[in-house]
């Protein structure tokens, strides 16, 4: 594949919950949106595998976010990799580290905005290799000082592209 | 009463964004400054609670409890600002 191309798309639907601090499945419009509370670290998970075109250049992840009633400040938002394929005890997380964009919350309401985080191949995606199912976790970290805007965030869509 | 705790104050602060958030109104400042807003009213509270039980003829002051008259309170308030007529 070449840089740029997207590899794997997620939507609201296909999120996994944690069994506490998880987004609620909201919809805006009809709309399918994840609400991610503004005072609390809230993550959900996302269960893919990674495409056999995947060259192994790394990845960048967008994320396609708007929020319920914020149209100042900034949302401090987080993702990271877990891979599983043959290789994991899934009686456990083991998660490389959390990467952030720090989006800036668009001046119209309804607007939604799409930010990356760039992961370089190896440590950063765990390691993951072509035709791995992996997990990708996504966070929005409301408990953090960055993160200002007033309100839910809403997580409309992620797509990793190839970087 | 004394004023809220920083634990209670989070929580109002919690409530408060979640229940904005459900009506999706616009809210044009940041979330540290609406926290500013809760303290400040919390504040406004303790210091005047005497008077607005003043306010309050009697027999309902003495013969209501204080969280009584606060729920009084809070549907005037309501009735007055918050019910779209």
Redesign the interface.
């Known amino acids: 594949m070449a840089s740029g191309d997207s590899l794997v798309q997620m939507a609201p639907q296909e999120a996994e919950f944690p069994a506490t601090t998880g987004p609620g499945l909201d919809t805006?419009n009809n709309h399918p949106v994840l609400?991610f509370?503004?005072?609390?670290s809230e993550v959900c998970y996302f269960s893919k595998v990674m495409p056999q075109h995947y060259a192994g250049g790394g990845v960048n992840v967008y994320l396609h976010t708007a929020y319920?009633?914020?149209?100042?400040?900034t949302g401090a938002w987080a993702a990271a990799f877990e891979r599983v394929g043959e290789v994991l005890d899934i009686d456990a997380d083991s998660f490389a580290s959390d990467k952030y964009v720090f989006v800036p919350v668009p001046a119209t309401?309804g607007y939604i905005t799409v930010d990356s985080i760039g992961f370089s191949d190896g440590a950063e995606v765990d390691s993951l290799a072509v035709g791995e199912t992996f997990r990708l976790r996504v966070m929005r970290d409301g408990a953090t000082g960055a993160?200002?805007?007033?309100?839910?965030g809403e997580l409309r869509f992620v797509e990793i592209r190839e970087a | 009463m004394a004023q809220l705790d920083s634990e209670s104050i989070?929580e109002v602060?919690?409530d408060i964004?979640?229940d904005?958030?459900?009506?999706?109104?616009?809210?044009?400042?940041?979330?540290?400054d609406?926290k500013a807003a809760i303290v400040a009213l919390d504040t406004f509270l303790s210091n005047n609670a005497s008077t607005i039980n003043s306010a309050i003829p009697q027999p309902a002051r003495s013969g209501l409890t204080t969280t009584q008259k606060a729920k009084l309170l809070s549907y005037v308030i309501y009735k007055r600002y918050i019910k779209e007529v």
């Open positions: 805006r609400d509370d503004a005072s609390l319920s009633s914020a149209v100042a400040g309401a993160d200002t805007a007033t309100g839910d | 989070n602060w919690r964004q979640q904005f958030s459900a009506e999706r109104k616009v809210i044009p400042i940041l979330k540290e609406l």
